[in-house]
Every structure is written in structure tokens, then in C-alpha cells.
């Protein structure tokens, strides 16, 4: 395990529902190829605080890359939902990207 990733998880001991510190051990997961851990606290973070516009479109490049493209649409349609909720445009733009993107390589 990574210093950083022993560092973030010490610190998720203590808060172990902090919206930033399981988007961060996700991402330190996935930078060090462990995929299903990642994948394990994306959806930690989705059930905890499903209103982190943050996680969607990282989750739904995880799916991507897993090749379940139909979880991804999935992924980026909740976001785009989630996103319009809070007002975040920024995130919902990226979203739509993603999604017009896997929709145009299925077609």
C-alpha cells in the first residue's frame, strides 16, 4: 500500500462516511490499478453521499474501462440527474460528454 493510500485511509478510519476521503481512496485505488477496490469505495461514496456530483463521472469511466458500458450510461444518466438537482453545470457538461461519447461508439 502507498503512503498517500495508508494516509487516506488512516484519516477514513476516523470519518469513514467523509465524501472526500472515500473520492480519494477511489481514485488512489484505481492510480494503482486495483480496480474493484476503487470500484468498492465509488459505490461507498454513491450509497453515503449520492448528491457528489464529483463521483459519476469517475464512476462511469471505471465501467467504461470495466467494459460495462451499460452500467456507464446508467452511471452518467444518474449524474446528469444528481447534477441538474444541484445546480452544478460544470460536472453535468462533463457528463453529457461522456455520455454522448459511449452513446456515439455503440451506435
Known sequence: ???????????????????????????EY?????????LAFY???QETNPNYTGLY???????EKQQDFDQAILTYKQGIDICKQAGDRHAMSELAGALMGIEEEGE
Open 1 to 27: 500500500m502507498s503512503t498517500r493510500l495508508e494516509q487516506l485511509s488512516g484519516l477514513l478510519a476516523s470519518s469513514p462516511n467523509d465524501a472526500f476521503l472515500l473520492f480519494a481512496v477511489a481514485k
Open 30 to 38: 484505481e492510480k494503482h490499478g486495483n480496480d474493484s477496490e476503487a
Open 43 to 45: 459505490l461507498r461514496l
Open 57 to 63: 463521472y469517475h464512476l462511469g469511466k471505471l465501467y
